[in-house]
């Protein structure tokens, strides 16, 4: 951004230090061993060992250690690439045991029986969501999930939208968790918030106050049932080390949001059990809309 009343951010923030000869420490943690290695080879056997004989033999070693180190693939360097591929189970995964009657109907399917020790069970990163929605990591740290409003970016004029940008800006860089913006869409239940308008019209006194409530739920319910209803939902996730730091990073997240005028709340464990769960069945776990107090 330039111009009048605006900073600049650099666009390399996240760029790792470079520490010897324009190359990382990780880079240098990789090359300098194999560097070490060729050189005392080289030196050990140069006299008794053909020069070809050694170039063809240290030649590929050279080269991959080059392409681990200094290689990269969708912005993600080749040794750590190789490093998730030794790691990826050799056997499939699944979430957990299949039920009884789905191992008998698979197994007839492929006209043999299963094997459950040929399947691992599938270890995501959460160990436990505590009761306030705090996310225990394990090794990788605390997270907490923040549901945000949304605003409509393309209806307002360039100075609110140049001053939404900044917001967004000011709370990267100032906030020191990782944060991850999560947009998704999914059916909305409407049958409790029917309900509850059918039981507020039932005990109004005015007969065309009642009349119109009793009109707007037959509308409202003719819409459920001719249409399908989605509702958006944007999730805000913080990850630091405690949960203490993920805690004040969601404060510093819903501050931005109450600055550009959308409410925000932190997702308890129920909440956020049934994101989590839409996220693996987008079919099977409808959004609840709350009956109105």
Same mark, same amino acid.
């Given at each position: 951004?330039?111009?009048?009343?605006?900073?600049?951010?650099?666009?390399?923030?996240?760029? /790792?230090?470079?520490?010897?000869?324009?190359?990382?420490?990780?880079?240098?943690?990789?090359? =300098?061993?194999?560097?070490?290695?060729?050189?005392?080879?080289?030196?050990?056997m140069a006299g008794t060992v053909p020069?070809?004989?050694?170039?063809?033999?240290?030649?590929?070693?050279?080269?991959?250690?080059?392409?681990?180190?200094?290689?990269?693939?969708?912005?993600?360097?080749?040794?750590?690439?190789?490093?998730?591929?030794? #790691?990826?189970?050799?056997?499939?995964?699944?979430?957990?045991?299949?039920?009884?009657?789905?191992?008998?109907?698979?197994?007839?399917?492929?006209?043999?029986?299963?094997?459950?020790?040929?399947?691992?069970?599938?270890?995501?990163?959460? #160990?436990?969501? #505590?009761?306030?929605?705090?996310?225990?990591?394990?090794?990788?740290?605390?997270?907490?999930?923040?549901?945000?409003?949304?605003?409509?970016?393309?209806? #307002?004029?360039?100075?609110?939208?140049?001053?939404?940008?900044?917001?967004?800006?000011?709370?990267?860089?100032?906030?020191?968790?990782?944060?991850?913006?999560?947009?998704?869409?999914?059916?909305?239940?409407?049958?409790?918030?029917?309900?509850?308008?059918?039981?507020?019209?039932?005990?109004?006194? =005015?007969?065309?106050?009642?009349?119109?409530?009793?009109?707007?739920?037959?509308?409202?319910?003719?819409?459920?049932?001719?249409?399908?209803?989605?509702?958006? /939902?944007?999730?805000?996730?913080?990850?630091?080390?405690?949960? /203490?730091?993920?805690?004040?990073?969601?404060?510093?997240?819903? =501050?931005?949001? *109450?600055?550009?005028?959308?409410?925000?709340?932190?997702?308890?464990?129920? *909440?956020?059990?049934?994101?989590?769960?839409?996220?693996?069945?987008?079919?099977?776990?409808?959004?609840?809309?709350?009956?109105?107090?």
């Amino acid at each position: 951004m330039s111009g009048r009343g605006s900073v600049s951010v650099p666009a390399d923030v996240n760029v /790792e230090d470079k520490v010897l000869f324009g190359l990382t420490a990780r880079q240098t943690l990789i090359l =300098a061993p194999v560097a070490l290695g060729l050189l005392a080879a080289w030196r050990g056997m140069a006299g008794t060992v053909p020069i070809a004989v050694l170039l063809l033999a240290t030649a590929p070693v050279a080269a991959a250690a080059v392409a681990l180190a200094l290689g990269r693939l969708d912005g993600a360097g080749l040794d750590r690439i190789a490093l998730a591929a030794l #790691r990826q189970p050799r056997r499939p995964i699944a979430a957990g045991a299949p039920a009884e009657a789905v191992a008998g109907s698979l197994s007839r399917v492929l006209g043999r029986r299963l094997d459950s020790k040929a399947v691992a069970a599938a270890r995501g990163p959460v #160990r436990a969501v #505590r009761s306030d929605g705090a996310i225990d990591l394990g090794p990788a740290g605390w997270a907490v999930a923040v549901d945000v409003g949304f605003l409509n970016f393309g209806l #307002r004029s360039a100075s609110e939208q140049a001053m939404l940008c900044a917001a967004l800006a000011r709370l990267l860089c100032a906030t020191d968790a990782h944060l991850q913006i999560c947009l998704s869409t999914r059916p909305v239940d409407l049958t409790a918030y029917l309900e509850s308008l059918a039981a507020h019209a039932a005990v109004l006194d =005015a007969p065309r106050l009642r009349a119109a409530a009793v009109e707007h739920r037959a509308w409202l319910a003719e819409v459920v049932a001719s249409r399908q209803l989605l509702r958006r /939902e944007v999730t805000v996730t913080v990850r630091c080390p405690d949960a /203490e730091g993920a805690r004040y990073a969601a404060g510093q997240v819903r =501050a931005m949001a *109450e600055g550009i005028g959308v409410p925000s709340r932190l997702l308890a464990a129920p *909440e956020l059990t049934a994101r989590v769960r839409y996220g693996i069945d987008p079919y099977g776990s409808p959004a609840r809309t709350e009956a109105p107090s």
